[in-house]
């Protein structure tokens, strides 16, 4: 496989389930990221991790739980969902997290199609 | 702090015609940006990006883009589209820490 991978592409959960997405980049990359993509806005960054170590949490609530055990994959563990948060969730890797204001390229994966019922 | 402004949410245009995707920034460092295409049911892909140098960029698929710094645009261009670049298009400016604040997205809806 190459480039970034999603599983699963569908997801449908009730509000009580627990899941958890999964990314996996095969290009060499050092930083991984979730993103959220409503309808009708913005994509919205959720995290961020760079060589295994989180360095961005944008005010994401808690029922949703990031893991990156290593710069290959990535997860987005959920629980206790609420219908709003029915979403495509895309993952993108990248080089590495640049410490001044250049940006890698991101690549995404096609993303996880969430309802929560 | 950084945003993105695409000014038109949807674009329809009719096979063989030219289009432009409109696309402002505001930014108070130096300015990477992006556009990106999303086919349906897939992820994003890069189509081209400015970093420096030349304001003129020339991206895959016969797409092409101007910076104008004293406009703060980022314009995308193809003189003549095809049914297949029917799809949601994205700007996007780089800011610290790798991030990438995205703009609303445009449709481009390409018609027969």
């Known amino acids: 496989e190459t480039g970034v991978t999603q599983t699963p592409r569908h997801l449908v959960m009730g509000m009580t389930n627990k899941k958890s997405l999964k990314c996996e980049q095969h290009l060499g990359h050092n930083a991984m990221y979730w993103y959220k993509q409503s309808a009708k806005k913005p994509l919205e960054l959720m995290f961020v991790?760079?060589?295994?170590?989180?360095?961005e949490n944008n005010s994401v609530p808690s029922r949703f739980s990031p893991e990156c055990p290593n710069s290959s994959h990535l997860f987005l563990h959920l629980h206790t969902l609420q219908p709003e948060d029915s979403a495509l969730y895309l993952c993108a890797s990248s080089p590495r997290v640049q410490r001044g204001p250049y940006t890698d390229t991101q690549y995404f994966g096609p993303g996880t199609r969430l309802t929560v019922l | 702090a950084q945003s993105v402004t695409q000014l038109d949410s949807q674009v329809p245009v009719f096979e063989e015609a030219p289009v432009e995707l409109r696309c402002n920034y505001s930014s108070s460092v130096s300015v990477y940006l992006f556009w990106y295409v999303q086919y349906p049911n897939q992820g994003l892909q890069l189509l081209l990006k400015y970093l420096s140098g030349s304001t003129l960029v020339k991206g895959i698929n016969g797409f092409e883009a101007e910076f104008n710094k004293s406009q703060t645009s980022f314009h995308l261009r193809k003189p003549s589209v095809h049914i297949s670049d029917t799809a949601e298009y994205f700007c996007?400016?780089?800011?610290?820490?790798?991030?990438?604040?995205f703009g609303q997205g445009t449709e481009l809806s390409v018609k027969p």
């Open positions: 991790y760079n060589f295994k170590e989180q360095t």
């Open positions: 996007a400016v780089g800011t610290q820490g790798g991030k990438l604040i």
